[in-house]
């Protein structure tokens, strides 16, 4: 079983910039996706962007503004989020799937984009 720790999640203001980190207690297979999600508030969570392989996937939502990216070592990934609009406002979640396999989310991490 593995575990996923998040970090960096925080307020900012609209325009600013953030970084996720996603920590995972041990090596993710290569041929496992690691990826976010969000939820805010009132709402169902939703993808925001994932990377397989070194293959990366994006919402419509974030593209141009989001960037993803793993280490070699496949125990993290990250999220670099520009541009921040009030509406990226959410609990963040890191997750590790197989295809539609759910096999591990983070505990979430807060951003909060306002004035």
């Known amino acids: 079983q593995v575990q996923l720790v998040e970090s960096g999640g925080g307020l900012v203001q609209p325009g600013g910039s953030l970084r996720l980190s996603c920590v995972a207690s041990?090596?993710?297979?290569?041929?496992?996706?690691m990826g976010w999600y969000r939820q805010a508030p009132g709402k169902q969570r939703e993808f925001v962007a994932s990377?397989?392989?070194?293959?990366?996937n994006y919402a419509d939502s974030v593209k141009g503004r989001f960037t993803i990216s793993g280490d070699n070592a496949k125990t993290a990934v990250s999220l670099q989020m520009n541009s921040l609009k009030p509406e990226d406002t959410a609990v963040y979640y890191c997750?590790?799937?197989?295809?539609?396999?759910?096999?591990?989310w983070g505990q979430g991490t807060q951003v909060t984009v306002s004035s």
């Open positions: 997750n590790v799937r197989h295809y539609d396999t759910q096999i591990a």
């Open positions: 990377i397989t392989s070194g293959r990366t």
């Open positions: 041990r090596n993710i297979f290569s041929i496992y996706t």
